[in-house]
């Protein structure tokens, strides 16, 4: 029964494994792609294994609501909501009076060296009487697309905070699960070496070596995951935080 149970495992082993080697695969395109370089020179690199990347600097976003000024996204809103408001000045203008110089002067015999024999010129008044109804909407739809700039650069900007406070959120908590899932590698360890020390003292199974096994192989991805986690939340932050740290 030992037998047939530590030969179960190793076969549930066997059949995990392809799709741990897809991923890896996978991940190494990603990041060929990402970095312009070519598969062939960042795999063997990879294999040949080596510390998860942890962020070597420390989130430092001050208030959410001054580092958002400095995202593209909420910089891009407010450059439209100011045009907009400047369309507004644009078409209350059009309510008043504009004067105007015009004229025309027509010479004759430029060759022969003549004169000019006419010419007009004089201010010219435009008064919006008959073009007031076009006017006020005019003024309407531009105050319409002013208010919805604006709404568009409050949701951007919230939007933007939201993005930071849950990064920080998450980013602060990842030390605390790490710490925890680092304990547990730490005492599955102990209960391994536990195991191992009384099957060779003929006084427990393989079946429960085989057990410790796997719970520490469990506990030892626990805490790679929380590493990588932790690595996925600060790049998240930066990128909410448009690079903030120190």
């Known amino acids: ?22 991923g890896f695969d996978q991940a190494v ?7 312009a370089r070519r598969v062939a020179e960042l795999k063997p690199a990879l294999q040949r294994g080596a510390a998860q990347p ?9 208030l959410p609501a001054d580092v958002v000024r400095e995202r593209p996204d909420v910089r891009m809103a407010e450059r439209s909501y100011a045009a907009a ?17 015009s004229g025309s002067i027509t010479p004759t015999n430029i060759r022969h060296g003549g004169s ?18 076009a006017n006020t909407a005019n003024l309407k739809a531009a105050e319409s697309r002013a208010v919805q700039a604006k709404l568009g650069w409050e949701k951007s900007v919230l939007n933007a905070i939201e993005e930071v406070e ?24 102990e209960t391994l070496d536990l195991a191992r020390t009384n099957f060779s003292l003929g006084e427990g199974t393989f079946l429960a070596v085989l057990d410790a096994e796997r719970t520490y192989l469990s ?9 990588r986690q932790r690595a996925a ?6 990128v909410a935080a448009a690079g903030a740290s120190q």
Do not use: H, M
């Open 29 to 35: 395109a990603r990041l060929a792609t990402l970095t």
């Open 1 to 22: 029964l030992d037998l047939l149970q530590a030969e179960q495992l190793v076969a549930e082993g066997e059949a995990a494994l392809p799709a741990y080697e897809v």
């Open 166 to 189: 849950s990064g920080l959120a998450a980013y602060n908590r990842d030390s605390r699960n790490i710490s925890a899932q680092g304990r547990l590698v730490s005492t599955s360890a």
């Open 116 to 133: 000019i024999t006419y010419w007009t010129l004089g201010p010219s008044l435009n008064l919006p009487i008959f073009t007031g109804g």
């Open 54 to 62: 942890r962020p070597r600097l420390k989130p430092s976003v001050g």
């Open 233 to 238: 939340d600060f790049v998240s932050l930066s």
């Open 85 to 101: 408001a400047y369309e507004v000045g644009v078409a209350q203008a059009q309510f008043y009076p504009s004067v105007s110089l």
């Open 219 to 227: 506990a030892q991805q626990g805490l790679a995951a929380a590493e």
